[in-house]
């Protein structure tokens, strides 16, 4: 994963990134549960509304009208609530891949954040464009909020991928050993007439 983002050693310099990753999971996670809970009332409260006065002659508004408003209001909330259960999932995805270190599913939260990062970005173009600068402010201060979220994560990620990577040893002699991370294809000693040293894997712990 190549992203020309900064990396992150500690969040605000004093949180560790594991921690800061699962605050970040469970706060968006209780957050969309909120959202949907608030979005389905509102559901309710329409449902109830156009059931009472879609043959109300006393409303102000023909049926045509009422069923009409309704039919979008109705669209409207149902795309409310795929947005933000499609949040949960990729929230949860990130709890589970914090929690049990499987450095796949942080990686589905950074690449399905930075597309809705796009879309949000995309969407604030156009209410600032038709609503003004005021109406767009929310939407750029949660793009700002979530671009953060994704920084942090993102970080996570790449130290899980760290820790991935086989630990190589190199034998020079019998007095000399040093071990890192294998950044590349080993090269065998008889593609040169220089004396390569020679690789093998090693646990780490065992050294100590």
């Known amino acids: 994963m190549v992203l020309l983002m900064p990396r992150l050693s500690k ?11 699962l605050i970040i999971g ?3 996670l209780i957050i969309s549960i909120s959202l949907i809970s608030l979005v389905c009332g509102s559901l309710y409260k329409l449902v109830k509304y156009v059931g009472e006065h879609k043959n109300d002659p006393d409303s102000g508004f023909t049926t045509e009208e009422i069923q009409f408003a309704a039919i979008r209001l109705y669209i409207a909330h149902i795309l409310f609530i795929l947005v933000f259960v499609f949040s949960c ?3 949860m995805m990130l709890i589970f891949g ?16 930075m597309v809705l990062l796009v879309l949000q970005f995309i969407l604030m173009v156009l209410i600032f464009v038709f ?8 939407l750029l201060t949660w793009g700002i909020i979530l671009f953060f979220f994704i920084i942090v994560v993102r970080s ?15 034998i020079y002699d019998t007095s000399t050993l040093r071990c890192g991370q294998m950044q590349q294809p080993l090269m065998s000693s008889s593609s040169s007439s220089r004396p390569y040293p ?3 894997k090693f646990d780490y712990h065992s050294v100590q």
Do not use: Q
């Not at 969040?11 to 990753?21: D, E, K, N, V």
């Open 26 to 28: 469970y706060f968006s």
């Open 131 to 138: 609503m003004g600068l005021i109406a767009a402010l929310p």
């Open 89 to 91: 999932i990729i929230n």
């Open 98 to 113: 914090v929690h049990w270190e499987i450095r796949r599913l942080v990686g589905y939260y950074v690449t399905t954040s």
């Open 11 to 21: 969040c605000c310099c004093c949180i560790p990134l594991r921690i800061a990753s």
């Open 156 to 170: 996570v990620y790449l130290d899980m991928e760290d820790r991935e990577k086989p630990l190589v040893c190199m």
């Open 198 to 200: 020679s690789y093998m």
